[in-house]
């Protein structure tokens, strides 16, 4: 099946300082890419929609300049939560939609952020 | 809007018995999809099934089985002798046909599952 990976799996900041988080396809090739956000014991929320080559759409209530995606290639995508503060911690899920594929989506196995 | 109504917040059973997830959903597009995704501990989340709103027939694979009924918008999920291994919280997902690529999931709040001994 597709593999979606994330790197790194966990990370502890700073308050104030940025962070990256990595979202790849390892075995296929995935033109549209979406990056969640699940707080303790809640459910998926979807934060944006990362399309190669093009800016991302963003949900309504998500600050783009805060959370800023690219998606350069047809196997990466980033999240940088920029200036992250302690409400941002949370469990980030990104997940990758084959290009050939009808509406699957393969979600990679999450990015814990903790900002003290 | 699309809405995806998991009510069960937390269902706990005794190993092998049988437990079913309620999926209850609203749409106003005639096409979408359904999705039931498994979320373990570990929290990388596990592609169960997928159905598309043309096909209401009901689909089994191993000790899982899914109930499509359009009538009442629901798509349950069955898992027939429950192991310890079934615990996770149990997403059940609806996507709208979006233009282009695009194909945004809207998740319910999810069913925490633990299967005891």
């Known amino acids: 099946g597709a593999v979606v990976s994330q790197h790194p799996s966990w990370v502890i900041c700073k308050s104030g300082t940025s962070v990256k988080i990595e979202c790849r396809s390892l075995?296929?090739?995935?033109?549209?890419m979406f990056w969640y956000r699940q707080f303790p014991k809640q459910s998926l929320m979807l934060m944006a929609t990362s399309n190669e080559g093009s800016k991302a759409t963003y949900e309504q209530g998500v600050e783009k300049d805060k959370f800023l995606i690219n998606h350069a290639s047809l196997t990466l995508s980033t999240l940088t939560v920029t200036s992250a503060h302690p409400e941002d911690s949370s469990f980030y899920i990104c997940s990758a939609r084959e290009q050939q594929s009808s509406r699957a989506q393969f979600f990679g196995p999450g990015t814990r952020l903790t900002v003290l | 809007a699309q809405k995806v109504t998991q009510a069960q917040t937390e269902i706990s059973v005794v190993e092998k018995e049988d437990v079913t997830l309620d999926c209850v959903y609203e749409?106003?597009?005639?096409?979408?999809?359904l999705f039931w995704y498994k979320q373990p501990p570990s929290g990388e989340l596990v592609f169960l099934i997928r159905r598309n709103s043309f096909d209401e027939q009901n689909e089994i694979s191993g000790r899982y089985s899914w109930n499509f009924q359009k009538s009442t918008s629901s798509f349950n999920f069955t898992i027939t002798a429950s192991q310890v291994v079934d615990s996770a919280v149990y997403f059940c997902?609806?996507?709208?046909?979006?233009?282009?690529?695009?194909?945004?999931?809207?998740f319910g709040t999810g069913t925490r599952l633990q299967v005891t001994l």
């Open positions: 749409t106003r597009d005639t096409t979408y999809y």
């Open positions: 997902a609806l996507s709208e046909p979006g233009a282009g690529t695009a194909s945004k999931l809207t």
């Open positions: 075995d296929f090739q995935a033109t549209t």
